[in-house]
């Protein structure tokens, strides 16, 4: 979604049940997700419903508070489902950029079974992220989290000590802006020649 004017995606059973077992997904299929200058958007609770999201970008959308709303999620889930539900856990790739109002990605620790790659640029306001010192334990490699901003790395708020030391935190460009960076140089240098 780019440029997008929606304010708002409501989640709603079309059809009371007796079975609202969590395998009644709404978005089974869904496994990319990028949201880009929705300004209006204030969060993206609704995917909670998209099991299979192996990666997830939201940029430049400048109202957007929180990935997951804790308050939202309550009022959307059944009971069975706040406790089986789990967001994420297919997701290998996360990018949060130009999201001045963002607070939060969950309100808790994930186990992030899959996570391989994950950055943040200019979120001023996200602190706490959702790791404890238990999550992407299973990737196999040491997921470390990237950001291009010292200052922001330098006021994030660990679950504790042991999470601080289990993810290391790295300041440096994203891979395009790396990209676009040799281009230029390679670029002048043959047009110096």
């Given amino acids: 979604m780019e440029h997008s004017r929606m304010v708002e995606i409501n989640v709603k059973r079309s059809t009371p049940s007796l079975?609202?077992?969590?395998?009644?997904v709404s978005f089974p299929n869904l496994s990319t997700v990028h949201v880009v200058r929705?300004?209006?958007?204030k969060d993206l609770t609704w995917l909670l419903f998209a099991p299979n999201l192996k990666v997830l970008t939201v940029g430049r959308s400048t109202q957007v508070e929180d990935i997951i709303?804790?308050?939202?999620?309550?009022n959307i889930l059944t009971e069975n489902e706040?406790?089986?539900?789990?967001?994420?856990?297919?997701?290998e790739r996360f990018?949060?950029?130009?999201?001045?109002?963002?607070?939060?990605i969950y309100w808790g620790p994930l186990p992030f079974p899959r996570l391989k790659k994950?950055?943040?640029d200019r979120c001023?306001?996200?602190?706490?992220?959702?790791?404890?010192?238990k999550s992407c334990s299973s990737v196999g490699e040491e997921l470390v989290i990237h950001s291009g901003e010292q200052d922001w790395i330098d006021k994030v708020e660990w679950e504790d000590e042991?999470?601080?030391?289990?993810?290391p935190l790295s300041i440096g460009s994203s891979e395009t802006e790396t990209v676009l960076k040799i281009l230029m140089e390679l670029s002048s240098t043959f047009a110096s020649t």
Wanted: positive net charge; proline residues 9%; hydrophobic residues 30%.
């Fill in 19 to 24: 079975n609202k077992s969590p395998t009644n």
């Fill in 38 to 41: 929705c300004h209006g958007l």
């Fill in 69 to 74: 709303n804790k308050e939202k999620s309550a």
């Fill in 82 to 91: 706040a406790v089986t539900i789990i967001p994420f856990q297919k997701l």
């Fill in 95 to 104: 990018r949060g950029y130009d999201l001045p109002e963002l607070k939060s």
């Fill in 118 to 120: 994950f950055r943040i």
């Fill in 124 to 133: 001023p306001n996200l602190r706490k992220l959702p790791f404890d010192s």
């Fill in 162 to 167: 042991e999470t601080k030391e289990r993810f």
